[in-house]
């Protein structure tokens, strides 16, 4: 078995909350500290897990009892806060988007791989059962010739869980596209490859609290592959990826269900139990971590850096309502 990793949290709120409820039922972490600006919440998590509490990311850092730090704060920070984390010598696990820019992911990551730290990403739709069958099927071969991919990731986070910093377009550019739709990127990444331009927009019906808005986008890849996906804030939560190719298609619906349609007719539909994904992704990054160069994180840096490239450039593309390429 491996042995516990002992971290640091950084940010604790509506999703701080979530990954350290993964980590109370986690084998493989434990919880150090807690590093929040609310401190009142913190503390009183902290008091009651016997676990440190700081409202200072240095003391973190500087802690040489903390192997790794947990990011789960403001979009714009991550990529300064992977650095310094880098630099302290702590392996860093930072919730999506890993960066708002390319070159900040370029930097981040090149930081991780300087001071020889792993860098894991917080994609959990990466660990759903319907995702890992639909790759599985790919890999296969069994679609023939992969063509075009379409994806939808929608819910109603924005509504139940606002804060006011998630709703600033510095923070949350294109509408859904820093809570939904950075999971489908990272499907397309992961089944695609590069990708080499896009063009994306966003409707929106309403702005503040309770924002209503739908974001399309059409994606062109290096290999000829084509793919569009689109997100909702504020309605049902709906996930949906869908693989084509010359011999058939493969469907993930949800979290749970993958149906497979072959040339000729043939139908299989899979369904799996649900699973805690934010578990399952904090201890693939726990087994990197106790495996240094051992076992990788299953999302590559590569991937890492390809996702946020095509992020940006959706950005752009609905900024300036034109078809934009791809960074390398």
């Known amino acids: 078995m491996n042995k516990q990793v ?24 434990h919880l150090e500290m807690i590093v929040s600006k609310e401190l009142e919440d913190a503390q009183a998590y902290a008091q009651a897990h016997q676990i440190k509490v700081s409202d200072k990311f240095a003391d973190a850092l500087s802690n040489p009892a903390i192997e790794a730090i947990i990011l789960a704060t403001p979009h714009s920070l991550h990529a300064e806060q992977i650095i310094a984390a880098a630099n302290a010598g702590k392996h860093i696990f930072c919730e999506k988007p890993l960066a708002l820019t390319h070159h900040d992911a370029k930097m981040a990551i090149a930081a991780c791989a300087k001071n020889s730290v792993v860098l894991g990403v917080g994609q959990n739709k990466r660990f759903w059962p319907s995702m890992q069958k639909l790759r599985e099927v790919v890999a296969t071969g069994a679609l023939g010739n992969m063509m075009h991919i379409e994806g939808h990731y929608s819910n ?6 606002f804060s006011e910093w998630r709703d600033k377009p510095t923070e949350s550019p294109a509408g859904g596209l820093t809570g939904t739709g950075i999971h489908i990127i990272d499907a397309l990444v992961n089944l695609a490859g590069n990708a080499s331009e896009v063009s994306a927009h966003v409707a929106s019906f309403r702005s503040g609290k309770d924002p209503r808005d739908a974001s399309s986008v059409n994606v062109r890849f290096d290999n000829g592959i084509s793919a569009y996906f689109a997100m909702i804030r504020a309605t049902p939560i709906f996930w949906r990826v869908h693989v084509f190719g010359d011999a058939g298609s493969v469907e993930a619906i949800g979290e749970t269900e993958c149906i497979l349609r072959l040339n000729g007719g043939r139908m299989e539909r899979y369904t799996f139990p649900a699973i805690d994904s934010i578990k399952y992704e904090l201890e693939a990054f726990a087994t990197a971590v106790s495996t240094n160069n051992g076992t990788p994180y299953p999302i590559s840096t590569v991937e890492m850096s390809q996702t946020i490239a095509l992020f940006e450039a959706i950005v752009q593309s609905v900024t300036e309502h034109s078809t934009v390429k791809v960074s390398k």
């Open 156 to 161: 109603e986070h924005s509504t139940k869980f």
């Open 6 to 29: 002992k971290v640091a949290l950084i940010g604790f709120g509506w999703w701080g909350k979530n990954l350290a409820k993964a980590i109370e039922d986690s084998s493989q972490i």
